[in-house]
């Protein structure tokens, strides 16, 4: 079992630093693709939000319908930022009050594999840091500055530790 209160600081870490790499993207160029095969700026930071409507649907039970994010299209950077960082608070805040018992008890059944509660946060979070890389690069190849997430980058030599 990951303890609550460590989860929690470990959340909001990485929060933090995924809307940092959200930050950085180029205003102006959400329809970037690095590839025709790749999805679109914009489309890649919905999933930022979407994990956040999987968790409010698989942890804490909420009806989230999959066209809310089949047809979530943010038009800006500061909207789809915003959007992410409200979840994110709300999120937090009902996994702060949810009791440790629960977080190391329930069973979430996703894409035919069963997690306890804390384990399926955990998964969620990995699979938002490893599209925040993929958003690290798109950042360099549109133009922007990639800021520092795990420690210096070429565009930012301050520390995120």
Same mark, same amino acid.
């Given at each position: !079992?990951?303890? @609550? ?7 909001? *870490? /990485? =929060?933090?630093?995924?809307? *940092?790499?959200?930050?950085? &993207? +180029?205003?102006? @160029?959400?329809? =970037? ?11 890649? !930071?919905?999933? &930022? ?12 039970? /909420? @009806?989230?319908?999959?066209?809310? %994010?089949?047809?979530?299209? +943010? ?13 994110? $608070? ?6 702060? @009050? !949810?009791?440790?018992?629960?977080? #190391?008890? $329930? /069973?979430?059944? =996703?894409?035919?594999?069963? =997690?306890?509660?804390?384990? &399926?946060?955990? #998964? #969620?979070? %990995? ?19 990639? +800021? ?12 995120? %530790?």
């Amino acid at each position: !079992m990951v303890q @609550k209160h460590d989860l929690i600081q470990l959340l909001t *870490k /990485e =929060f933090a630093t995924t809307q *940092k790499v959200i930050r950085a &993207f +180029p205003e102006d @160029k959400l329809d =970037f693709s690095p590839h025709e095969r790749s999805q679109t700026a914009g489309r890649l !930071m919905s999933t &930022f939000v979407f994990e956040n409507y999987l968790l409010a649907a698989y942890i804490l039970g /909420e @009806k989230v319908e999959r066209e809310r %994010f089949q047809n979530y299209k +943010p038009t800006t950077l500061e909207q789809v930022l915003s959007d992410f960082i409200n979840e994110n $608070k709300r999120i937090l805040a009902a996994i702060e @009050k !949810m009791p440790d018992e629960e977080l #190391m008890n $329930k /069973e979430v059944n =996703f894409a035919n594999h069963t =997690f306890t509660a804390d384990r &399926f946060i955990l #998964m #969620m979070l %990995f699979d938002q840091i490893h599209h925040r890389g993929q958003l690290s690069v798109y950042v360099r190849m549109a133009g922007g500055k990639v +800021p520092s997430i795990y420690g210096p980058s070429a565009d930012d030599p301050t520390t995120n %530790f």
